[in-house]
């Protein structure tokens, strides 16, 4: 029998390219997704790159009720991989109550629903933002976190400590943090990627919809770091490559192979690259001009990340396959194609 896996917001931009690594590995995936960012139809998508498709239920996570009856009629899942949450670092500055609501609502909502059912295994979506502005790059598992830079941080840093607490009362939970770096990028069918609702407030779609023609120019936030090139400086992964490492993370949950109840990897390159490199990682990989200006510093920016991802390398065996231009071209490649099909 195949082992069920639930993908809280799987309908979204890392959940959807990991419902299809999960289903290329012989899994059965079942979708929470109130699709606050996302569309009903990703399902239809996998569909058509995995030949099945997930059962998806529409509901709110932070909706204590419909959730417990979810949990009540499907006791047989397996592992838990929670991605529903909001994202997004700068809007996280302008509106922190419905950060602190959504992101650690609907976690704690999850942790009693799996407890009362017996559910063994979490996989949790974290970032590199729970580290602030580290005092030495790279960043390891062992890095001190500095205070977080932004409310959406906070919500990830609050809530590693929120499942370390509940591992530590719930005998029968077990969980595995993994800290994303920047994700980009889109599936090589170029049938699912990232797409925000409204304007883009990551840099790659607003690069990829500034040279589709659908934003006048990039606003780069800041020259100024101190950094070699003055722009800020992220660790850039190929979505897909993430995808795999969450296979892998359920995996080892489900066969008992984690060496401690709650766990926590980098993932990410070990690559630092600039805003500027960036843009010119995404000019040559699709000979697409973008249009940029520099502007102001953005509010609750760090300056400059990269991962030591070598635990993951040596614990997961997981590494990172794409290029950064490989990633670009296929970030380009499923903007033109959304677009076209909306006509
Ligand atoms: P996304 O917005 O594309 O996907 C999140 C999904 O969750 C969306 O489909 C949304 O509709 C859904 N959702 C949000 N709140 C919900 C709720 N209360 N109930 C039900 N569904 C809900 O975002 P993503 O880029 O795929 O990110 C997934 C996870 O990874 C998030 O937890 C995010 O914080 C984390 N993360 C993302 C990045 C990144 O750069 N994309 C980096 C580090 C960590
Ligand atoms: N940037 C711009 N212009 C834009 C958008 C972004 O210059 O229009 C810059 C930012 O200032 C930053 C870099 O591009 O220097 C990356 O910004 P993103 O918004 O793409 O990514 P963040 O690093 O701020 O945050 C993202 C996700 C978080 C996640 C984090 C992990 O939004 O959910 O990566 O590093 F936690």
Not at 121 to 137: A, H, M
Request: net charge negative; aromatic share 8%; proline share 5%.
């Amino acid at each position: 029998m195949k082992k069920k896996i639930l993908v809280t917001g799987g309908t979204g931009y890392i959940g959807s390219h990991t419902a299809v690594e999960l289903i290329g590995d012989g899994f059965e995936v079942v979708i929470i997704d109130n699709l606050h960012n996302s569309e009903a139809d990703v399902v239809d998508r996998i569909h058509q790159i995995t030949g099945v498709k997930p059962h998806l239920e529409i509901f709110d996570i932070c909706n204590k009720e419909s959730l417990d009856s979810f949990f009540t009629a499907n006791k047989d899942i397996s592992a838990v991989i929670h991605f529903a949450a909001y994202k997004a670092v700068g809007e996280s500055v302008r509106k922190p109550l419905e950060y602190y609501q959504n992101n650690l609502g609907s976690l704690i909502n999850l942790l009693g629903a799996m407890k009362e059912a017996g559910i063994p295994g979490l996989v949790f979506s974290s970032s590199c933002t729970v580290y602030g502005q580290p005092e030495e790059l790279p960043v390891n598992e062992q890095s001190p976190l500095q205070p977080a830079e932004s409310p959406y941080g906070n919500t990830k840093q609050i809530g590693e400590q929120i499942i370390r607490d509940t591992t530590r009362a719930v005998s029968t939970i077990k969980a595995i943090a993994l800290r994303y770096f920047n994700p980009i990028g889109a599936h090589p069918s170029a049938l699912i990627g990232e797409l925000p609702r409204g304007v883009p407030e990551n840099l790659v779609p607003y690069i990829t919809q500034t040279a589709y023609g659908l934003r006048d120019e990039l606003k780069v936030f800041g020259d100024d770091f101190n950094t070699p090139d003055g722009y800020c400086i992220r660790d850039y992964l190929h979505v897909v490559d993430l995808a795999k490492a969450h296979v892998v993370a359920v995996k080892r949950l489900i066969e008992g192979k984690n060496k401690s109840d709650f766990e926590m990897f980098n993932l990410g390159t070990g690559i630092g690259v600039s805003v500027l490199e960036a843009i010119k990682s995404f000019e040559r990989a699709t000979g697409v001009k973008v249009n940029y200006k520099v502007t102001d510093r953005r509010p609750g920016d760090i300056e400059k990340i990269w991962a030591d991802p070598s635990l993951a390398n040596r614990e997961l065996g997981w590494k990172t396959l794409s290029s950064l231009d490989e990633a670009m071209l296929t970030a380009w490649n499923w903007e033109k194609k959304i677009r076209s099909n909306k006509g």
